[in-house]
């Protein structure tokens, strides 16, 4: 049976929080030998010490399962580097502004990476008083359609979700507005400047 967690992440983060085996087993309430045996391979924490392990590491579930630990480095938190995550089991759509671990139904998403609009997803942008008006060419089918729009600034995004048989279309306050994000459920998600 293949380990679910390696003893070297459990390792590897024991000596960067600078904690002996002793001190980690005694967190856990575990033997110090457990430990040992979780780092040399001989064996595997029981299920139910998953959340506390990475609890105590000041990690994510999943971020200790994978081995690999997000560091965001984004902090200045500008709305320009918006990501995307859109789960292809329920459409759920999860917005960020820098390096995350999300997962949906059991799957890890990954962020959509924006394409310029094309003529198949083409964009119509109207002023009307202080909103602009968007509209993309696209059919709005059960099987393809646009799920989302958000316009972002440097200081906020505002997202509209949009449903199958409905319309492509939605309204943003302009102020600041840069940039429209867009999403097509075959296609993937687009951009358009403004």
């Given at each position: 049976?293949d380990q679910?967690i390696?003893?070297?992440?459990?390792?590897?983060l024991r000596e960067?929080?600078k904690?002996?085996?002793?001190e980690?087993?005694?967190?856990?309430?575990?033997?110090d030998k457990?430990?040992?045996?979780w780092?040399?391979?001989?064996g595997y924490?029981?299920?139910?010490?998953l959340?506390?392990?990475?609890?105590t590491?000041?990690?994510?579930?999943a971020?200790?399962?994978?081995?690999?630990r997000?560091?965001?480095a984004?902090?200045?938190?500008?709305?320009?580097?918006?990501?995307?995550y859109?789960?292809?089991v329920?459409?759920?759509v999860?917005?960020g502004?820098?390096e995350?671990?999300i997962?949906c139904?059991?799957i890890?998403?990954?962020?959509?990476?924006?394409?310029?609009?094309?003529?198949?997803?083409?964009?119509?942008?109207?002023?009307?008083?202080?909103?602009?008006?968007v509209?993309?060419?696209h059919?709005?089918?059960?099987?393809?359609y646009?799920s989302f729009?958000?316009?972002?600034?440097?200081?906020?995004c505002?997202?509209?979700?949009?449903?199958?048989?409905g319309?492509?279309e939605?309204?943003f306050?302009?102020?600041?507005?840069?940039?429209?994000?867009f999403?097509?459920?075959?296609?993937?998600l687009?951009?358009y400047?403004?």
């Amino acid at each position: 049976m293949d380990q679910y967690i390696t003893g070297a992440a459990i390792k590897q983060l024991r000596e960067q929080k600078k904690m002996t085996q002793s001190e980690l087993a005694s967190e856990l309430g575990v033997s110090d030998k457990s430990v040992s045996k979780w780092e040399t391979g001989r064996g595997y924490p029981d299920i139910t010490l998953l959340e506390p392990i990475a609890q105590t590491f000041g990690i994510s579930i999943a971020e200790l399962l994978s081995g690999n630990r997000i560091q965001n480095a984004n902090v200045s938190a500008n709305m320009m580097r918006s990501r995307f995550y859109v789960c292809s089991v329920c459409g759920n759509v999860i917005h960020g502004m820098g390096e995350a671990l999300i997962c949906c139904h059991g799957i890890q998403l990954m962020p959509e990476e924006a394409e310029p609009s094309d003529d198949d997803h083409k964009v119509i942008v109207e002023m009307v008083e202080d909103e602009y008006y968007v509209r993309i060419e696209h059919e709005m089918k059960k099987t393809h359609y646009i799920s989302f729009m958000a316009a972002a600034s440097s200081d906020k995004c505002e997202l509209v979700k949009l449903y199958p048989e409905g319309n492509a279309e939605a309204r943003f306050k302009i102020r600041g507005v840069r940039k429209l994000f867009f999403h097509c459920n075959r296609d993937g998600l687009y951009f358009y400047d403004f």
